[in-house]
T-cell receptor
Framework: AQKVTQAQTEISVVEKEDVTLDCVYE???????LFWYKQPPSGELVFLIR??????QNEISGRYSWNFQKSTSSFNFTITASQVVDSAVYFC????????????FGSGTRLQVQP | DAGVIQSPRHEVTEMGQEVTLRCKPI?????LFWYRQTMMRGLELLIY????????DSGMPEDRFSAKMPNASFSTLKIQPSEPRDSAVYFC????????????FGQGTRLTVV
């Protein structure tokens, strides 16, 4: 069965600090997809990034970067020079090609960025 | 496109009443998902549809919950009778029929059963 673990329940940083959110996943499929979503205080779920299991290249988008390592089944998310607007709950999620199409979410990490 | 549209945004009802949540997916999307978010259980999948057909309803908590998708542009999630433990935020999401594609979420319906 598929499973996503976000061990960090809550992280608090001061503005301009770098922060990494951890995500560890379990799946029996050889082809799978990993996602990060952001849930700001307003409550909506916003898609950030998708990665497939064949693409282990790290990705950078502005202050955001993602590190995918199949060897450790991890898909970590780093925010560089954090800002107050980054305060939100961040969810890691997994879907499988052969298994369940729907996303399985981790429990989320609440990030508080203090001014 | 306006995105996934859910109604109502907030619902307060008394225990025992019937509650119907509504969802309009993004036009052209073939998959529709219903999720529930609570502090205790996080984001859990209730049911999902492909081309209006229910594919997996193993997450539906019990017979009090039912979901329908009569056409490609509308789905409902019904709770009858409602109980206080059903209080949660219910999200609807939709996606294209491509493996590994992301799901787009609606704003959610915050349900409070008193």
């Amino acid at each position: 069965a598929q499973k996503v673990t976000q061990a960090q329940t809550e992280i608090s940083v001061v503005e301009k600090e770098d922060v990494t959110l951890d995500c560890v996943y379990e799946t029996r499929d050889t082809t799978y997809y990993l996602f990060w979503y952001k849930q700001p205080p307003s409550g909506e779920l916003v898609f950030l990034i998708r990665r497939n299991s064949f693409d282990e290249q790290n990705e950078i988008s502005g202050r955001y970067s993602w590190n995918f390592q199949k060897s450790t089944s991890s898909f970590n998310f780093t925010i560089t020079a954090s800002q107050v607007v980054d305060s939100a709950v961040y969810f890691c999620a997994l879907s499988e090609e052969a298994g369940r199409r729907a996303l399985t979410f981790g429990s989320g990490t609440r990030l508080q960025v203090q001014p | 496109d306006a995105g996934v549209i859910q109604s109502p945004r907030h619902e307060v009802t008394e225990m025992g009443q019937e509650v119907t949540l509504r969802c309009k997916p993004i036009s052209g999307h073939d998959y529709l998902f219903w999720y529930r978010q609570t502090m205790m259980r996080g984001l859990e999948l209730l049911i999902y549809f492909n081309n209006n057909v229910p594919i997996d309803d193993s997450g539906m908590p019990e017979d009090r919950f039912s979901a329908k998708m009569p056409n490609a542009s509308f789905s409902t999630l019904k709770i009858q009778p409602s109980e206080p433990r059903d209080s949660a935020v219910y999200f609807c999401a939709s996606s294209w029929d491509r493996v590994g594609t992301e799901a787009f979420f609606g704003q959610g319906t915050r349900l409070t059963v008193v």
